[in-house]
Each structure stands twice: as structure tokens, then as C-alpha cells.
């Protein structure tokens, strides 16, 4: 997926698997399941404020091209969202893309984006 040249990728943190917690374990899941089920480059999953999740994978179409995260926002703005608990995106990246970053931090400056690869093992976590 093309990251946007105005927003720089992040770079996760070393983050312990074993750390996550029970809900942000579930959004793994999630995000492995929306990439997989479209054969996408990248799935992405949120929790809102309210606990309610939103699941995405990225889309690359002629006239619009979204990362994972960036639908996974927009889904949960459109479904009355107005803060993120923990976003996590599955990719084969090593950085999480500049675009994603942006729309998480949109809602939440402190949410925690985890990073996993497509397998599920958490790669790092992005918290700035």
C-alpha cells in the first residue's frame, strides 16, 4: 500500500506479545480475518471508546486507495466513534504507514497502534 509522501511512517517499538491484552489480542484477530478474507496487502482492526471494534483491509481501487487503518477509522467515525482505545494493523511492512498513523492519532493522541505480521505475532507498538 503507498504511504502518503506528507506523512512519514513510524517506526513500531519492541513490544512482549504476551503484554497485549485480552481486547487488543481480539483485534489481531480481527485484522488477520478482514486481510485474509480479501487476500488485501493489510488488515487493520479498532476499539472505540465504547468497546465496539471495526474491522478493514486495505483498498486499492482506480479512483481511491485506503490503507487498512485508515478505513478501520473511518468506520468507526461513521458508526458515532469520537475516541480509539487501541488500533492494530497485520501487514508484511516493518513500519506502520504514515497515513494510518495520522487517522489513529485524529481520534487519540495516546492509543496504542500494534504492529503484527500476517502470521499474528506482534511486531511492535506504535505509541506516539
Same mark, same amino acid.
Given at each position: 500500500?503507498?504511504?502518503?509522501? /506528507? ?23 480481527? /485484522?488477520?480475518? /478482514? ?7 493489510e488488515g487493520a ?20 486507495t485506503l490503507t ?12 458515532? /466513534? ?47
Open positions: 500500500m503507498p504511504e502518503s509522501p /506528507a506523512v512519514p511512517a513510524a517506526r513500531p517499538t519492541q513490544a512482549d506479545p504476551a503484554e497485549l491484552s485480552a481486547e487488543d489480542g481480539k483485534l489481531v484477530i480481527l /485484522a488477520r480475518g /478482514a486481510r485474509g478474507r480479501v487476500g488485501a496487502v482492526a479498532v476499539r472505540d471508546q465504547d468497546g465496539r471494534t471495526y474491522a478493514a483491509a486495505s483498498v486499492a481501487l482506480p479512483s481511491l487498512a487503518l485508515q478505513l478501520a477509522v473511518a468506520s468507526a467515525v461513521a458508526a458515532g /466513534a469520537s475516541r480509539l482505545e487501541a488500533a492494530v494493523v497485520v501487514t508484511e511492512a516493518s513500519t506502520l504507514d504514515g497515513a494510518g498513523h495520522a487517522a489513529v492519532r485524529d481520534l487519540s493522541v495516546d492509543a496504542p497502534i500494534h504492529v503484527a505480521a500476517p502470521d499474528g505475532t506482534v511486531l511492535g507498538t506504535v505509541v506516539e
